[in-house]
């Protein structure tokens, strides 16, 4: 048995590697941030049972001290800690750089002392800018359009690094946007659902012309999970990635129409990013991880916003539905 330690497993993605970890028959520690409420993020809303069977450490990426002690005893670890609002990176980068570049940094340092099997950095397609060429493979050019991007550029590069100089056995997971339950409202799905089943008919959006690439979240943690399984991974960065896209507006219209369809868009100035940064593409491709994994997408995208729908609305209490999430 595999022990496996989950930073950001208290977060959306890391909740749900958590409990499929569990279910794969792995041993899971789960890396929390600290904080004096002692609440355990999403964790704090599984079963006691499954609870029970995970071994919690609170602590801070950015302390490496609490980073190495984390990650003591263990076989596998998947970094997923980081700050990932685009518009909070805005107001605030060099909490960003201290998270995102240190907090990894901290993680490929203990793992070099420690010896540690095998170490999965959680990447963004953001680091790709808007799209060059599609579908967007792993050899794409990199452009940090926003602060938030930026430094998961530098995080990636150190992880590279570290394969390259001491040999760690790194790889760079590289999800496409992920949605589905216990996603925050600072995500463009959460946000429509949550006003529509909070009964508002006119539904705030920035730009509706970009297209993303939309993972649902149980295809992203079985990504995360085949490429630790798989040898020939080592040293590589892989693309998550369905190799379909579709338009904010287009999202939004499939969303008002399975919940409210008297519902209309309203363009809201706030929410919308700056001209240069704004990423205006995602269309990824997903022919490396099948060729290195037996991965492959089981969810079709109307599945996913049906599932995301229902859990959505029987959570709605842990939404602020009447402000703009950052």
């Known amino acids: 048995m595999k022990k496996a330690l989950v930073t950001g497993a208290d977060g959306f993605i890391g909740s749900h590697l958590t409990e499929d970890l569990l279910e794969k028959g792995y041993e899971v ?23 029970g069977q995970i071994e919690i450490y609170c602590g801070d990426v950015r302390d490496p001290n609490g980073v190495r002690e984390a990650m003591r005893g263990v076989d596998i670890v ?29 993680v490929l340092q203990a793992a070099r002392e420690l010896a540690t099997e095998r170490v999965l950095v959680t990447s963004t397609s953001e680091v790709y800018g808007t799209a060059q060429y599609v579908p967007i493979d792993e050899k794409h050019p990199f452009q940090g359009q926003s602060p938030y991007s930026a430094t998961k550029i530098g995080a990636d590069r150190l992880a590279e690094s570290f394969y390259r100089s001491f040999r760690l056995p790194v790889s760079i997971v590289r999800p496409f946007n992920t949605y589905g339950p216990r996603q925050s409202a ?30 649902y979240v149980k295809d992203t943690t079985a990504g995360f999970i085949a490429i630790a399984e798989s040898d ?3 040293g590589e960065e892989i693309n998550i ?7 904010i507006g ?5 969303i008002i129409n399975q919940i409210n369809p008297k519902a209309r868009i309203v363009c809201d100035e706030e929410r919308i990013r700056p001209e240069k940064s704004e990423v205006n593409r995602l269309l990824g491709s997903n022919e490396k991880i099948k060729k290195l994994t037996d991965w492959k997408p089981q969810y079709t995208f109307e599945q996913g916003i049906a599932e995301t729908i229902e859990w959505i609305g029987n959570h709605l209490n842990f939404y602020k539905c009447d402000i703009y999430n950052v």
């Open 29 to 51: 520690k789960a890396f929390t941030l600290y904080n004096s409420f002692n609440t355990w993020g999403w964790l704090d809303s599984l079963p006691k049972g499954k609870l």
């Open 250 to 254: 287009e999202l939004a219209g499939e």
């Open 186 to 215: 600072r995500a463009v799905i959460p946000t429509v659902i949550t006003q529509l089943l909070a009964g508002r008919e006119e539904i705030k959006l920035g730009a509706l012309t970009p297209t993303r690439d939309f993972n």
């Open 78 to 106: 998947f970094h997923l800690a980081a700050l990932i609002a685009i518009p909070f990176s805005y107001h605030s980068p060099d909490s960003y750089v201290d998270t995102n570049i240190k907090g990894t940094l901290n």
């Open 241 to 247: 990635a369905t190799q379909k896209e579709i338009s």
């Open 232 to 234: 020939q991974t080592i």
